[in-house]
């Protein structure tokens, strides 16, 4: 049960093509243990007896709210869930009720988006620690191993700081996109007041001393000039 | 409750001062209406001081001036004198019931009242003591005696007396004025409440009884049109909210099936061209859709707000990255003018956000060819203001189109249907400001270029 594609997925929705669809969709992508129902009783039985691995569930089905459905589920299983809806719902509704939901999509969505999302979530919920552990990346001929903290290279081992680490977590997690000034003061110490302003520019710079051939031309560590910053990755695949 | 502290000083100085006008009023009464046959001339006094005046003593006899007789005459009065001795000496119409002979005690008594009951008079002549007799019932004779105490302290009496009737002026007005506010204050409470579009129902006994119901009316009449109103305002929401729901369905899968089709390696180039224009045009679709369902709920006062405090500079940086981050083409340059960090508002950040995120695509959309767009955050003057604000050196908008923008594509106010998307953009920031009780201000100046202002009250630090 390693292969997330081995996981069993139960899809509810009360429209029969947009259930043909997901199924497809899932098939294509090398799921095969997929089950549907098309509305709260049926899946409710379906959850007894086949106990699928996650449900991507319609908020609205013929026999009542998805609520009800969910919380009559969690008597007995904390599967993850991924909600669907063809409403405008606020999001603080949907994941706000305590139900356990662990995402939602907005209808229409694209095939591609439904199925990152579904192993994304499959791959947080049931991966082994071994693989929980956190990434380790290679910037030109440094590699950055988040997990340990270290940070290796033609310089030795260096440590990171907890600040630089979780600079460089939130950067990484970003990778090859701007992250604002504000976002990152708020990964780190949880408040996106201005005033960190230059302690933040301190800890870039010594995240580049660590990093960087040349900590004053920074090629993986950019300054977006009044934005922020932006760290590139290049995708090993 | 300041306008009935009003009315009930009004109303006492009002009192006060009619009081007093009405005193004024009595007093001169008493003078032209009252007391007016006390100025008559001549008085008794007169007549009698008259005759003892023109009684003159010629030989052994008398004899009275013909003046002074015809006065007599007048008033159909009599005179005689009396001599040292009480006898009679001389007499004029003297009536036979009137004694020829007098005791010292009877002139004490006459003078002082009745001769007779003949209302008598006296007056020092040089032969003795002249009186003149009125016929009967003329007039009245009253004796007063005062206490010299008294007499003395009547003007502090008289003091008293009218300060006691201020004081009693003052009380009744006062009484009366809060008689009056209490009858009038639940009217005024009632209006009040009316123009805060509060359900009133108000006692319609009593003195204003008719204009309470009245009140009670009209306050009915607003609840049932304000409920009429958010009945239609939640029936067009919940049916805009129906059909974009209706529409996501068949749209998923036509999102679903297109890109399935684009990605199929099976398909010649061409066909899955073609079925990348339909995923394309279908997320076209519903971007159009999630926009009308927000401008909606809005528009009708139901979208709810996730209210925090919110530093703009911030949101500004956050929508830029976004921006360059989703793959800005070169042609664009965005810039930060970003004046006061600490510029606080109250505000939902992602619909914020959206805002500013559709000022953005707005510049880019309407200038294909390219242009520098700035994005400034400034606090107003008096700092009671937080603006962010837009700025694009593109071609700008006519004036005279300036303010249609903002209206709702195909409303009534709109004469030009939408140039670039579907015209949802800045109606949508409008409304975002409305929300937040900011306002957006569009400039174009003439130089060209869009300046799209939004302004939101200041959040005190």
């Given amino acids: ?237 | 409750m300041d306008g009935m502290i009003r009315i009930l000083r009004r109303y006492v100085a009002g009192a006060i001062l009619l009081s007093v006008l009405l005193l004024l009023f009595n007093f001169i009464l008493l003078g032209t209406l009252v007391f007016k046959e006390f100025r008559r001339q001549p008085s008794p006094e007169g007549v009698v001081r008259e005759v003892a005046e023109r009684l003159t003593r010629e030989g052994g006899r008398y004899a009275l001036g013909d003046e002074a007789a015809r006065l007599l005459r007048r008033h159909r009065a009599w005179a005689m004198l009396l001599g040292e001795d009480g006898g009679v000496k001389w007499g004029e119409r003297l009536p036979d019931d009137v004694p020829r002979t007098y005791r010292l005690t009877d002139v004490a008594k006459f003078s002082r009242y009745y001769l007779a009951e003949y209302p008598v008079y006296i007056w020092e002549h040089a032969d003795g003591l002249v009186v003149v007799g009125f016929p009967k019932n003329s007039y009245g004779k009253y004796q007063f005696n005062w206490d010299a105490d008294w007499v003395r302290s009547v003007p502090w009496r008289l003091l008293a007396l009218l300060l006691l009737n201020a004081a009693v002026a003052l009380l009744l007005s006062v009484l009366m004025g809060l008689r009056l506010v209490r009858s009038i204050r639940p009217l005024v409470t009632g209006v009040h409440k009316l123009a805060r579009e509060e359900p009133v129902r108000l006692d319609t006994r009593g003195l204003l009884g008719d204009v309470a119901g009245s009140i009670n009316t009209a306050s009915a009449i607003l609840q049932e049109k304000n409920a009429a109103l958010k009945a239609r305002d939640e029936a067009r929401s919940n049916w805009i909210a129906g059909i974009s729901h209706d529409i996501r369905t068949p749209l998923s899968m036509i999102l679903g099936y297109a890109s399935e089709l684009e990605e199929s390696p099976e398909l010649p180039e061409e066909q899955r061209r073609q079925a990348g224009i339909i995923r394309r045009q279908g997320e076209k679709l519903r971007s159009l859709v999630r926009d009308l369902n927000l401008v909606s709920m809005l528009e009708y006062d139901m979208q709810p707000l996730h209210l925090e405090r919110v530093r703009l500079p911030s949101l500004a940086r956050q929508a830029a990255a976004d921006m360059l981050n989703g793959g800005l083409d070169e042609r664009y340059a965005i810039e930060l003018r970003l004046a006061d960090e600490e510029a606080l508002i109250n505000g939902d950040k992602k619909l914020l956000l959206r805002a500013i995120g559709n000022l953005l695509q707005n510049s880019v959309n309407h200038n294909p060819e390219g242009c520098r767009i700035a994005i400034e955050t400034y606090l107003s003057e008096d700092r009671t203001r937080c603006c962010l604000a837009v700025r694009d050196d593109g071609r700008g908008v006519p004036r005279e189109q300036l303010a249609e923008l903002t209206e709702l594509p195909y409303a009534s106010k709109r004469k030009k249907p939408p140039r670039n998307g579907h015209g949802l953009g800045l109606p949508m920031v409008a409304r975002i400001a409305k929300a937040h009780h900011g306002r957006l201000l569009l400039d174009s100046p003439d130089g060209g270029g869009l300046t799209a202002a939004m302004e939101f009250p200041a959040e005190g630090a």
């Avoid at chain 1, 999302?117 to 499959?122: D, F, P, S």
């Fill in chain 1, 1 to 237: 049960m390693d292969n997330v594609k081995d996981r069993k997925i139960l899809i509810v929705d009360d429209e029969p093509e947009i259930r043909a669809m997901v199924e497809r969709f899932l098939r294509r992508e090398g799921f095969y243990r997929i089950h549907t129902a098309g509305d709260c009783a049926s899946a409710l039985s379906l959850c007894r007896s086949v106990r699928p691995d996650m449900a991507i569930l319609d908020v609205m089905l013929p026999d009542g709210d998805v609520f009800s459905l969910l919380s009559a589920i969690r008597q007995f299983s904390d599967m993850p869930v991924l909600l669907l809806t063809a409403r405008g719902e606020d999001e603080d509704r949907l994941l706000g009720l305590g139900l356990g939901a662990d995402d939602y999509m907005v209808k229409p969505f694209l095939p591609r988006e439904l199925v990152l999302r579904l192993t994304a979530i499959l791959k947080r919920v049931y991966s082994s620690p071994a693989e929980k552990r956190l990434a380790a990346f290679r910037l030109g001929d440094v590699l950055v191993d988040l997990d340990s903290a270290v940070v290796r290279g033609p310089r030795g081992e260096q440590a990171l700081t907890a600040k630089e680490h979780a600079l460089l977590a939130k950067l990484h997690q970003e990778r090859n996109r701007i992250v604002t000034s504000d976002a990152l003061c708020q990964a780190v110490w949880g408040d996106d007041s201005y005033g960190y302003k230059n302690t933040l520019m301190v800890h870039i710079r010594r995240i580049r001393e660590k990093i960087e051939p040349d900590p004053s031309n920074p090629v993986h560590l950019l300054t977006v000039r009044g934005l922020g910053y932006k760290l590139l990755v290049k995708e090993t695949g």
